[in-house]
């Protein structure tokens, strides 16, 4: 059908033979070998690259595809081995947070006054996938978390002269904050917590107990939550918390650490005020107000969680698709199977799946949206997909999965941390139940 | 007393997207697999463009300009961004269509056309593609161009009049200085530098530096190949050798594999 076209478009004095000759030329030049003409479509890399991060996400933008890079050029110094070496021997992870700090990601959310780049949470999960994918996993993300993103509150609802004070040094990472929220009695109920912050003229006096504090023998600073306003003093449940961001004195604030099952290189810690004084002006905004500024950033903290989450998930994949191909059993490489195959493709789809949702609940954020859905849709499934992926790469590694030096046992140490935190994922179905299909709340 | 004359210089940068240097290559019908390969700036190039940037460092006001340039598929402005991030200040793309041979001589007839568009003084660029290993392009510019050349730079003096370059050339017997008059063309080596990690503000500021695209066509560019693949094959894989326990037995295996 084309060569009839070529043909008269070929002018009328020639005779067919040469119209003929003619048309095929410019038929085989034009490098047509469908039967349709069709436009010159962009070849749009496909998939998953197996050796190295790739970097071909269609959803992404430039400038995140470019972050993507930039980092996963710098976590290539800090391979599996690195991270294995850091979590046996229960050692924090410095170089990397200062390498990264030093290269300026630290401050990527935080406000340019200060020395961040003032991007967004689709930005900083960007960041935060690439260090736990290049193999750093929940150690790599949690040695820098802080520093990214929680100090939020500050940056929104601090006085100018607090956020002089409180910002630069956690851009510029030389500063390390913890985050005391959770008690041994409110985890899921962060609204019963019950250490008190009395006020005594220009001071607070702190009294009561956190618990999974993580870096905090490391941290100068703590971003702390305490009751300003008894429990039963409150008008509504919500009320009666403030928030304060203040050094964290180790000779007065007792800190012990926990033994976990693993991120061993990051400590997380039981912390203990006896009736400890902290300066008045550290308080972030009001008195009571602190629950608000907290609830501000759990989206975000759900969508950073659930980008972490991925990454794990994704190296696992690859580790499990390199191995599969590699590896040659009777004759055939293992993945040739498709019972070694089929699990890895519906894994892949789930991460993806997983990972669509993520970011788009990271855009929902940046673009000012406040609902939650999407955000702790987006945590419970990127931990569940990366935690079933992990399960499976060592499946398919078989024995040797179950080897440090192969490095699946680690992630699958560290993959439960998303599962278990910020939020379970069993009060996510929770809200997912009430928020979106009306259901009665049953607690 | 009258400030002696500086020659004011304008950079240019030619950098290459190839195959990642740490992927594995695997190789199938006859060909390299790259689809699912990680592709990044030629090493080479990375560190002509960190050259570039360290040159403006020490030689503050004497380079005007860092223009970064590829002939590649549209996929290849990313590289050209990540040198854009690393201090080239524009950047230019001459945009072929995925999938088109380009050969080291049109590389080189495509810069030659730029150098003589823009007027550039100092052409530093990788000494060769870690994929077609070809080491051509820098060289066969410096033909074109009629300027003189030192490759295998493993270091870089620049005059700070800007009219002469001193640049020590790694060759097998060691060390080789040669001193030229600009204008020149330099091609670098592994060990000339380490190049810088792009840092996020240096991203940020990268999106606001202009790039430049070009057709073929703008350039009067051939792009025709002169050369045909007939084959490509992974290396055999290596043999296992063998211990032995005495120079007697050495001797012994020498002369039994017909090489003594």
């Known amino acids: ?443 | 007393m009258r400030p002696t004359n500086v020659n004011l210089l304008k950079v240019l940068v030619p950098i290459k997207r190839t195959i990642d240097y740490a992927v594995k290559i695997r190789v199938s019908n006859g060909q390299v697999e790259t689809n699912n390969v990680k592709h990044s700036m030629n090493p080479f190039c990375e560190i002509a463009v960190e050259e570039a940037v360290r040159l403006r460092e020490k030689h503050k006001s004497l380079i005007t300009s860092i223009t970064a340039i590829t002939l590649g598929p549209p996929k290849a402005l990313d590289i050209l961004r990540t040198a854009l991030a690393m201090g080239a200040d524009q950047a230019i793309h001459v945009e072929v269509k995925e999938g088109t041979i380009v050969e080291p001589l049109a590389v080189a007839k495509a810069l030659q056309k730029v150098v003589e568009r823009d007027g550039y003084d100092f052409v530093v660029l990788g000494k060769q593609a870690i994929d077609d290993d070809a080491s051509q392009v820098g060289g066969v510019l410096a033909g074109l161009l009629g300027w003189p050349q030192a490759n295998f730079a493993s270091k870089v003096e620049l005059g700070d009049d800007g009219k002469k370059v001193k640049v020590a050339r790694e060759i097998d017997g060691g060390l080789e200085t040669v001193e030229m008059d600009l204008p020149v063309v330099v091609t670098t080596d592994l060990r000339l530098n380490e190049p810088r990690y792009a840092s996020l503000p240096n991203i940020m500021k990268a999106k606001k530096k202009p790039v430049e695209k070009l057709k073929p066509t703008d350039l009067d560019l051939d792009l025709t190949p002169r050369l045909e693949t007939i084959n490509v094959t992974a290396p055999p894989a290596r043999q296992g050798g063998a211990k032995v326990g005495s120079v007697d037995e050495v001797v012994a295996k020498l002369k039994e594999a017909g090489v003594l």
């Not at chain 1, 009666?240 to 800190?255: A, C, N, P, R």
């Open chain 1, 1 to 443: 059908m084309l060569l009839k076209t070529c043909i008269r478009n070929v002018p009328q004095c020639l005779t067919y033979r040469t119209a003929v000759v003619r048309a095929t030329r410019s038929f085989v030049s034009s490098g047509v070998r469908s039967s349709t003409i069709t436009k010159d479509k962009p070849a749009f890399p496909k998939g998953f690259v197996l050796d190295k991060l790739h970097n071909n996400f269609l959803d992404w933008t430039e400038e995140q595809k470019d972050i993507r890079e930039a980092v996963a050029k710098i976590m290539e110094k800090y391979d599996d081995d690195f991270w294995l070496k850091k979590d046996l021997a229960h050692e924090f992870p410095t170089e990397v947070a200062k390498d990264l700090a030093d290269h300026g990601f630290l401050g990527i959310c935080m406000p340019e006054e200060f020395g961040g780049s003032a991007r967004g949470i689709s930005e900083a999960a960007v960041l935060l996938q690439t260090i736990t994918e290049s193999g750093g996993a929940m150690a790599g993300a949690s040695c820098v978390h802080m520093n990214i993103f929680s100090l939020e509150p500050v940056a929104k609802f601090a006085t100018h002269e607090q956020k002089a004070r409180m910002l630069p040094g956690l851009i510029a990472g030389t500063e390390r904050a913890c985050f005391g929220v959770t008690e041994p009695n409110a985890g899921s109920n962060t609204l019963k917590l019950e250490t008190m912050a009395t006020r005594k003229g220009d001071k607070y006096v702190i009294n009561g107990r956190k618990m999974w504090t993580s870096t905090a023998q490391r941290a100068q600073k703590i971003l702390l939550l305490a009751r300003t306003t008894p429990l039963k003093d409150v008008k509504k449940v919500t009320q009666g918390l403030s928030l304060f961001y203040t050094d964290l004195d180790h000779s007065k604030v007792e800190i012990k650490e926990i033994a976990k099952m693993g991120r061993h290189a990051i400590d997380t810690n039981m912390v203990f005020f006896d009736d400890w004084e902290i300066p008045a002006e550290d308080r972030i905004g009001e008195e009571g107000d602190g629950f608000k500024m907290v609830m501000h950033g759990m989206n975000a903290e759900r969508v950073l969680v659930a980008a972490e989450a991925l990454g794990i998930g994704y190296a696992a994949l690859r580790k499990a698709a390199i191995y599969a191909k590699d590896r040659n059993v009777f004759d055939r490489s293992i993945g040739k199977n498709q019972a070694i195959q089929h699990p890895l493709a519906a894994h892949w789809m789930a991460l993806e799946a997983a990972r669509l949702m993520t970011y788009h609940a990271a855009k929902l954020y940046d673009d000012g949206v406040s609902s939650g859905e999407y955000a702790n849709a987006a945590k419970y499934l990127a931990s569940e997909a990366a935690f079933t992926t992990v399960e499976r790469a060592m499946i398919t590694l078989g024995g040797v999965g179950y080897a440090q030096e192969y490095h699946i046992e680690r992630y699958m140490r560290e993959i439960m941390i998303p599962r278990l935190t910020p939020v379970s994922n069993q009060m996510i179905l929770n809200y997912i139940s009430q928020q979106c299909l009306g259901q009665e709340k049953s607690y």
